[in-house]
């Protein structure tokens, strides 16, 4: 008795010897996995910090396109008046300088 007494002690401290080795496996591959989850976490939020900040300056540049463009619409607007308004100068001018050149002429003739 005493034999198979020796023989289950012994086959339940390898069976126990086996289930600790298994556990402490099984305990640093969670680990493993705990730090690769963190690592991926952070990455995760390096990036979303990132699209984030991209689509700040996006949303301010589509801003700013607007108004470059609206800007622009006003200067053209403004150059148009102002060439409108020099067109209508220099043929008034135009006008006085034929009138006085008529007026000159005709005093000539009388």
């Given at each position: 008795m005493h034999v198979v007494f020796f023989f289950v002690q012994t086959l339940y401290k390898a069976q126990l010897t086996d289930l600790r080795e298994d556990f402490e496996?099984?305990?640093r591959q969670?680990?493993?996995l705990e730090e690769e989850r963190n690592e991926l976490t952070r990455q995760l939020q390096i990036s979303v910090g990132k699209a984030d900040t991209e689509?700040?300056?996006?949303?301010?540049?589509?801003?700013?396109?607007?108004?470059?463009?609206?800007?622009?619409?006003?200067?053209?607007?403004?150059?148009?008046?102002?060439?409108?308004?020099?067109?209508?100068?220099?043929?008034?001018?135009?006008?006085?300088?034929?009138?006085?050149?008529?007026?000159?002429?005709?005093?000539?003739?009388?």
């Open positions: 496996e099984t305990r969670n680990q493993e689509a700040l300056a996006k949303s301010i540049a589509h801003e700013t396109i607007a108004e470059l463009e609206k800007e622009k619409t006003m200067k053209e607007l403004e150059i148009k008046d102002l060439v409108a308004r020099h067109k209508t100068e220099i043929h008034n001018k135009e006008v006085l300088v034929n009138s006085v050149s008529y007026s000159k002429h005709v005093s000539f003739i009388a």
